[in-house]
């Protein structure tokens, strides 16, 4: 789209046509301008709504929507609805103006601003893309606008990604930031709105903000964040809600809130205003390279600080404060909530049947009586419990000799060793046998009993070990 689309209002007490955009593919607007305002001297109840339904929504290179009032009456609300990406992203290349929606008072406008409503899949405001709800200063002869600034309200699916700052001055001079802006600015009168959303994540790097702020007399607004997943702020990421009249509270919930590189969080007072609050509730509160989170004040009370996290972890110059200029009996207050210990972690549960260490031991099987037999396997030793395999940790246990039973209806002979060295005869076999194995043996007798014969020899006692 390279045409702009208008419907101002210019009559008195009438409400300016809503512009509505419905498409089931994707919209790209480039250097182009979508309006619906409240000119400059015309009086009217409101200028008109801008509705845009699409798959996807970009504009570039300064293109902009604006539903402000110039004017006598309030400013229109901007809803945006896509499946996917809504992007903002780029400056005019002739005059610096930012990609970015607008809902403003403007200077010389009477009234309040309206409201920006974006749901999608996803949201990326980048090289100074922006969402504006401002009370303009005045400008030469043109009074400060005159009323509270609108409310910007983000429903994300996924993640929301704000980044950077444009290449490229403005005309008056500043070069565009990437962010989200509800503030009211030096000279205007009236309250900041506030900033809500809802996503999956929020990532602010490279100077991205969010902001509801008021640089003049009034009241900053509320800004709350709930994500699914993390909060990250880098390299001089902010999120703000400084006042110089009160009011101006911060709300974070998120797995893990991550702050690094002169990145902030603050709801900082100036004059005799007290600073805001601030309430975090993360699973991991991670603050490095001198990031920053304060609700610090000049001649009034320092806000309040809550934080509950599993996990804080802060490098040396990294400071969460909430101080007073005025001295230490105006601090606020910092407090930490976090889980107490479980003393339950880390033990284990000992068995209910106590172990009989008589079981844990070799016995031998001789003494066990009749029937009784005892088996080598592997290596040896005994498993550290009687229900698992053996390991190379347990203890090596050697087999352990008979012992004369009082039970055993065998008897053990034990012989001594002669004292003078034993000569032996050469007895030839005279026949053979079956052994209990059911072997053939030779023996030094006559099994036939027909020839010479020799005493034979003791039987073998019944008690045998297998292998």
Known sequence: MTAGIAANSGTVNTIAGDIRLNATGDIKINQSRIENNVNPGSRALRSGNIDITASTLSLTEGAQLSGSTYGQGN?????????????????????????????NVEAGGEGNGGEINITAGSLELTNGGQLNAFVRSGSGTTPAGNGNAGNVKLDIRNGITIAGVSGRPAANGIFPRSGIFSNVEVGGVGNAGGIDITARSLFLTNGGRLSSTNFSNGTAGNIKVTTANDIRLDNKASIQANTKNGEGNISLNARDLILRRNSSITTNATGKADGGDIRINTGNLVALEDSNITANAEKGFGGRIFITAQGIFRSPDSDITAISEAGSQFNGTVQFNTPETDPTKGLFEFPEIVTDAAQQVAQNPCQRGVGSSFTITGRGGLPTDPQKVLSSNNVRVDLIKPVTSTVSSTTATEKKPSQQPTVKRIIPAQGWIYNEKGQVVLVGYDPTKTGPQRQPQTPASSCAAVR
Request: charged share 10%; glycine share 14%; proline share 7%.
């Open 75 to 103: 400013g229109g609300n901007i809803r945006i609805s896509a499946r996917d990406t809504v992007s903002f992203s780029g400056v005019n290349p002739i005059n610096g103006n930012p990609s970015a929606a607008f809902s």
